[in-house]
């Protein structure tokens, strides 16, 4: 019986310890440049950023095409984009956002520990020296509708 108890006791000590050494999503040398503040601006175009899970899909309504520029989220995180076609859309990994530091985004998923991180901000840099261009965000939260008031 006392092999029992303490063979529980032990148990308990290694399933805390174990939720307690997790590793946070940091590595320096994925560190990124930080966010250029002087180069924000209000000027956006009509492309649609529609966050699904841990993807991020654009879709590019204007009619030019966008090619190796930088990809902001939240001011913060950043990923470089390959092309984003005119009148086409891309999807994204947000586990591939990296902040200054080397910090991952935190995109969620199904074994996540804290809440995701919501995307509110996403912008475009085309040269490291232009200034960003917002993007329109669609929120992906519920909308619960009011009922009419009579």
């Not at 307690?20 to 649609?48: F, N």
């Not at 993007?135 to 009011?146: F, G, K, M, N, P």
Request: hydrophobic share 40%; net charge neutral.
């Amino acid at each position: 019986m006392l092999f029992k108890v303490a063979a529980f006791a032990a148990a308990v000590v290694v399933v805390i310890c174990c939720t307690g050494c997790e590793r946070k999503m940091y590595d320096p040398s994925w560190a990124t440049r930080p966010y250029p503040r002087e180069l924000h601006t209000t000027a956006t175009i009509d492309v649609q950023v529609f966050r699904n899970d841990t993807k991020l899909q654009l879709v590019n309504f204007t009619p030019r095409s966008y090619s190796n520029f930088d990809l902001w989220i939240n001011q913060r995180y950043v990923t470089h984009v390959e092309s984003l076609p005119a009148g086409g859309s891309i999807e994204l990994s947000l586990w591939d956002f990296y902040d200054e530091f080397g910090d991952r985004f935190n995109a969620g998923g199904f074994f996540r520990t804290y809440s995701p991180t919501p995307v509110r901000l996403v912008q475009i840099q085309t040269e490291p020296d232009q200034p960003l261009i917002g993007l329109v965000t669609i929120r992906a939260e519920d909308v619960q509708l009011r009922s009419p008031q009579r």
